[in-house]
């Protein structure tokens, strides 16, 4: 099988059940996934990429292990081996004196195998208004990120050499607040409808188990009928399964109004003149915070 | 059975410049109305109002329902529009047509009272302009064998168009060259419900039963109510303008009335078992505009009924026309106009796109605060113009045509904010959050 950074571990685990005890002894995170409720969680959403980020350890080490077990890796894919490669500083960073910056190193706690969230969530808590936490430790903490980032903090992460990451939490002061929280329900409100590639869709289609995966076909139906077909669907829709609708366009007023409810993510794959597809889920950041 | 295929919508060219039109005669219908308010309060036969009337009519309403029908019957009849190029030359007709007529109303005062002949050929060229649209209506249609009552609705309104358009231009040959015996006010009467209830309700009527499903997610099986409708309508008319004809408008509209609103009440029962059928899901601001037009019909309706068995003093009949062209015709227009045009124009620019990114929606292809202001002018200038012609308060009057400019300036800007929109695709070429 090849393999590349965006492979997900799920598939390696398919092929080669032996992956399972290799790449859990990369990194001391990833030992969750001998965990059998963890893994069936994580596996089948986490790419190798994203698995090195938590684990904290390179693509490439990733890689080592997995050749001897017969993977091949895939060359042209090797830019997106590059690490987290964050912008420049945003201007609240910049502006802040360093007296304003509480520093929080949750390292110790990691590898003695504690989870930090507990205390990361009561450190901000206790934050005064206008001064950021900083977080360092050993990968991206990207569901703590989203997690703050919902409580209306301005984050920004920097990775200053390997294993070593700075992630800033920025508390806005009064008014800022509700500013900042309406311009993140915006912006994630933006978020929910993309389209993507033929690609990108079979790789999302396969983070589902089939059984997790209900399917409508609405293109033979007459107007209103499709919008009503989806709608109905999506109101007995679980949490955690996917809905593939195969539609004739891309339904515009549905996703007006998907948009708008905030309550779905939304991959658009146009197929030709007369055809889309669409892949909804429900809209819950945080489930992958385990 | 499918049946609606976007992909058989006509280019851009058929329909955009019928909407960039349209806003602007608002605008200047507005502008209009504020110099000339004082003919507000004065009767109805006065040049000037005849100018703003037709302005109203036929350069705001008619020059977007065409529009919006060029780009409507190929969706609903899965097929490409009879002629394009015929719905361009209807437009430019229609464009010259209104400036010509109501410039001719205008100076008519100033001309000695004599409407000019170049006045008559602008109503001559509306009236040419109507019949491509029948044509076009009736040749994209044909093959169309379903929503057969929605299609006789709205072909149906486009002929009672063409008879409209023609009387007009034959009571504005009456005015240049006096022929007729008749009383030109009451063939006024029945030339000016000819355009109310033929076309206008007709067309509504035909289009709502299409599209007020597909927005409301409802449905309804009870057809039979729309046929109903169609028959009761029609049936009122022909009688009235008949009798009318022949008789003078008497007493008897009364009856004739009673059919019309029979079939109204068949519209909607209509569209009340549409609306319990219909699957919840939030109103925006352009519905609202949908459901204001509704509770104008009914203040129209109500005004007609008074004045048919009241006769109040003659300025009731300014609010009355204005409560139908300003109040149910203006808002379904004002609302619609957003429900419609962002989709036209998103289908020029993103039916194609392929590969990774984010789309805007329709809706973001305009300002939403615009359009809320929009809404406030609008109410604040409909029924203070209202409030103003009954308590007959100048200032009050003066005021609210001032909030019709508003109105119509924010809607004219929201317009071309939609017509210069820009293909926003954002590839997104960076590698994905690991959270996706």
């Not at chain 1, 948009?259 to 950041?285: C, I, M, Y």
């Not at chain 2, 960039?20 to 605008?27: E, P, S, T, V």
């Not at chain 2, 109040?312 to 609302?335: C, F, H, K, M, T």
Request: hydrophobic share 45%; charged share 15%.
């Amino acid at each position: 099988m090849v393999i590349n950074s965006d492979t997900k571990i799920s598939q390696l685990l398919k092929e080669q059940p032996k992956a399972l005890e290799a790449i859990s002894r990369l990194a001391k995170p990833l030992q969750k996934l001998r965990n059998p409720l963890l893994r069936k969680l994580m596996a089948s959403r986490t790419t190798i990429r994203q698995a090195a980020e938590i684990g904290g350890c390179s693509v490439e080490a990733f890689f080592q292990v997995l050749r001897p077990l017969g993977f091949k890796t895939d060359v042209n894919l090797r830019e997106n081996v590059k690490a987290h490669t964050p912008g420049p500083r945003p201007g609240w960073l910049k502006t802040l004196p360093d007296r304003q910056i509480h520093t929080f190193d949750v390292r110790p706690m990691l590898a003695g195998g504690q989870d930090p969230l507990k205390e990361i969530m009561a450190a901000y808590k206790e934050l005064s208004p206008a001064t950021a936490l900083c977080i360092v430790n050993t990968f991206v903490p990207t569901p703590l990120l989203r997690l703050l980032e919902n409580k209306g903090a301005l984050t920004y992460c920097e990775q200053p050499e390997d294993r070593l990451t700075y992630s800033y939490f920025f508390k806005p002061s009064g008014n800022d607040v509700k500013d900042t929280s309406q311009q993140l329900k915006a912006d994630s409100r933006k978020d929910l409808i993309t389209t993507v590639t033929q690609a990108q869709f079979q790789e999302e289609l396969s983070r589902f188990n089939p059984a997790d995966l209900q399917q409508a076909d609405v293109r033979e139906l007459e107007m209103p009928g499709p919008m009503q077909t989806i709608l109905r669907y999506l109101e007995q829709l679980p949490k955690g399964h996917g809905l593939l609708v195969h539609h004739k366009r891309i339904p515009v007023y549905l996703l007006e109004d998907l948009q708008a409810s905030g309550d779905f993510r939304v991959l658009v794959l146009p197929v030709s003149d007369t055809e889309v597809k669409l892949l909804l889920t429900h809209n819950d950041q945080l489930k992958w915070q385990k | 059975m499918a049946k609606i295929n976007i992909a058989k919508a006509p280019v851009n060219s058929a329909v955009l410049p019928f909407y960039g039109i349209a806003a602007l005669f608002f605008i200047l219908l507005s502008i209009l109305l504020l110099f000339q308010s004082g003919s507000l309060t004065g009767g109805y036969f006065n040049f000037h109002l005849l100018s703003i009337v037709h302005i109203a009519v036929l350069g705001w309403l008619t020059m977007i329902i065409f529009g919006a029908g060029y780009q409507l019957l190929p969706v609903i009849c899965e097929r490409n529009l009879f002629s394009e190029k015929l719905a361009f030359v209807s437009f430019l007709l229609l464009l010259t047509g209104v400036v010509l007529l109501a410039a001719g109303f205008w100076c008519t005062p100033s001309l000695g009272a004599v409407f000019p002949v170049w006045g008559l050929i602008g109503g001559g060229l509306i009236f040419l302009s109507s019949l491509l649209f029948v044509c076009n209506v009736a040749g994209t249609s044909k093959i169309c064998d379903s929503y057969s009552i929605q299609k006789n609705f709205i072909l149906t309104s486009a002929i009672w168009l063409c008879w409209t358009t023609l009387a007009g231009f034959l009571l504005a040959w009456n005015l240049r060259y006096p022929y007729i015996s008749k009383d030109h006010l009451e063939l006024l009467k029945l030339h000016a419900h000819m355009g109310l209830a033929g076309w206008f309700l007709q067309l509504i009527i035909g289009v709502s039963a299409k599209l007020i499903p597909m927005f409301l997610l409802g449905k309804s099986s009870k057809n039979n109510l729309l046929t109903k409708a169609y028959m009761l309508i029609n049936a009122g008319m022909l009688l009235f303008l008949t009798d009318g004809y022949l008789n003078g408008v008497t007493d008897r509209a009364i009856i004739y009335l009673i059919l019309l609103l029979a079939g109204i009440a068949c519209w909607m029962l209509y569209l009340k078992d549409v609306y319990n059928n219909r699957i919840k899901r939030p109103l925006d601001i352009t519905l609202r505009f949908t459901g204001l037009s509704f509770i104008n019909l009914g203040l129209t309706i109500a005004a007609l009924i008074l004045i048919v068995l009241w006769r109040p003093p003659i300025r009731s009949q300014i609010i009355y026309g204005l409560l139908a062209i300003l109040g149910w015709l203006s808002a379904l227009v004002l609302g619609m106009t957003f429900k419609t045009l962002p989709f036209i124009v998103w289908n020029g620019h993103y039916k194609h796109l392929n590969g990774k990114g984010k789309i805007p929606l329709p809706k973001e292809l305009y300002r939403q605060n615009l359009l809320q202001l929009q809404w406030w002018l609008y109410l604040l200038a409909l029924y203070g113009l209202i409030a103003g012609l009954l308590l007959q308060l100048d200032l009050l009057i003066k005021a609210s045509t001032l909030c019709l400019i508003g109105t119509s300036l924010s809607y004219g800007l929201n317009i071309v904010i939609i017509l210069r929109h820009k293909t926003i695709f954002i590839h997104a070429t960076t590698p994905e959050a690991p959270d996706r």
